[in-house]
């Protein structure tokens, strides 16, 4: 199996949801939302299943109709996947990517009764946004086909990657003006948030 075509190359990753990922050559990807392209016909057909009399001819007509809609979402989301993972790993030998434990960032926030959660509607669409995105699908795909390119993924900490300026080192929350614009404090910097991420992820 031939190298990656530029061996010598090392990019870095940041995930998001405004993009799909952002890499420390400033090179972008916008998000294919599969799902949220279609979320309101997916509803509007929950609903007319849920008037339908459960079993009958009309009922398994419709919900094999939403199988289908599932089931193209989930190709067209396989398929961006597959052509952004393919294209970073031929053109880049050592990639470095946030260690992100998605498991727990789409954990639910409606906490208990006790202890009811906060923010939970803007926490759920933010889950949604990121189990749409396929972000662990990526993550598998980016190892296998760096491995079979000749080429290697590495983990780095996620922590504060935002908010670091990677000209002086700065770790501040007013970094992060907007979710994309990053302007440090101490020395004046400024970037795009999700570019200023990748490049902080190199240097560690």
Known sequence: MEPPEHAGD?????????RFCTLSDGTFFEPCGALKKLLKKLAWMQRRLARMQKFGKNWRKQKAAIA?????IANVRRDF???VSLEIC???ADIFREDLKIKNMTASAKGTVEEPGSRV??????????????WGMF???????????????????PR?????????????KDNRKTQASFECVS?????????????????R
């Open 81 to 83: 996947i597959e052509k």
């Open 68 to 72: 289908r809609l599932h089931q193209h």
């Open 139 to 157: 993550f598998s795909k980016l190892d296998w086909k760096a491995l079979r390119l000749g080429g290697h993924v590495h983990k780095v900490p």
């Open 10 to 18: 090392s990019v870095n990753i940041d995930m998001g949801c405004v």
């Open 90 to 92: 031929k053109n880049h």
């Open 121 to 134: 509607a803007q926490k759920s669409g933010l889950n949604r946004s990121i189990l749409d995105q396929g």
């Open 187 to 203: 020395c004046g910097h400024q970037g795009n948030a999700d570019v200023v991420a990748a490049i902080t992820l190199k240097e």
């Open 160 to 172: 504060n990657t935002s908010r670091t300026c990677p000209i002086c080192g700065c770790v501040s």
